[in-house]
């Protein structure tokens, strides 16, 4: 069995792709009120000043130059030179826009920020997405043993200044990038124990039966297979994998082949019964009711509709 790089393949299985929306020229006690918009993730980056960040269920945060804040699930959000300031919305605010910087305030010292987002396919649940919590901040200050972090932030900050041909293509990269890196070092909280998708990988049992099933998505896995790979009782493991997971094994593998299913379609010209072989189905009939039941339409649908498989657009 092969060591899969699990993380690479979800985000890639996603169909991750990002953009800059602004850079902003925040000026005197501004606020602004960025409104809901799908579920996409959206990112600001302080390059200059600093500023406060609220969005629902979370306390106010100060950012200062350099950290980075990332919103998931396309929620609201306000961006505030104090943390109580009352909002205008933005879209009353963006016919200022000019040459991709948005400006808003008056007074002395200035806020600049890199704000983007990343899309994904929307029709995917996967852990990796669902577990992220509403605020996800990224300190300059806490990267010194990261410099791998600390040198992506620090790239983007300069790209954006430097303001040359490219910096869009440059910087929506770099966003995708600061994004996996974000994951990758990120363990949810329940305040019991540590849960989410990046914590099943950090445990050696749980990575080793979530290996098997990205490595060999074809193969009949069971509850008691996958505690063998994992090394523990069925019982255990079942337990531990849906608590630090959030879904019980045989779940999680169906929903992987699915999301897995789907890339295949949108991206290989395979024929439908290798597509349902490769992940996990022993039928067309079989893998396209259970495709259906996930997604809502069928394989041979999804395949010939290009709305149903492209990201939404902007």
Request: charged letters at 20%; a positive charge; one cysteine or more.
């Amino acid at each position: 069995m092969k060591n899969t790089d699990i993380l690479s393949e979800v985000f890639e299985t996603l169909r991750l792709t990002s953009d800059i929306y602004f850079k902003t020229d925040f000026r005197g006690e501004f606020a602004v009120e960025i409104p809901p918009e799908r579920r996409r993730i959206r990112f600001h980056l302080v390059q200059g000043g600093d500023c406060w960040i609220r969005v629902p269920g979370t306390d106010p945060a100060r950012l200062t130059e350099g950290d980075l804040a990332i919103v998931p699930y396309g929620m609201e959000q306000i961006l505030s030179k104090t943390p109580h300031t009352h909002p205008v919305p933005l879209p009353d605010i963006m016919g200022a826009l000019a040459n991709g910087v948005l400006p808003h305030g008056t007074g002395s010292g200035s806020t600049r920020l890199i704000c983007g987002y990343c899309r994904f396919d929307e029709d995917i649940d996967h852990p990796v997405l669902t577990s992220l919590p509403p605020l996800v901040l990224i300190r300059a200050a806490d990267l010194g043993a990261e410099p791998w972090a600390a040198t992506t932030l620090r790239l983007m900050s300069l790209e954006g200044n430097l303001g040359a041909q490219g910096m869009s293509g440059i910087l929506s990269r770099l966003l995708e990038i600061v994004l996996i890196q974000s994951v990758r070092r990120l363990t949810p909280k329940t305040g019991r124990a540590d849960a989410g998708f990046m914590a099943a990988l950090a445990d050696a049992r749980l990575s080793r039966a979530l290996n098997a099933m990205h490595s060999e998505p074809h193969r009949a896995w069971t509850v008691s297979g996958l505690a063998r790979v994992a090394g523990m009782s069925r019982g255990r493991f079942a337990h531990l994998f849906t608590d630090i997971v959030g879904s019980p094994p045989i779940d999680y593998l169906t929903t992987w082949r699915l999301i897995k299913a789907r890339a295949l379609l949108a991206n290989t010209g395979l024929d439908m019964a290798e597509i349902a072989q490769r992940c996990g189905y022993k039928s067309v009939p079989s893998f396209s009711r259970r495709f259906k039941l996930m997604f809502g339409v069928g394989p041979g649908s999804f395949r010939r509709s290009p709305e149903d498989r492209s990201v939404t657009p902007l």
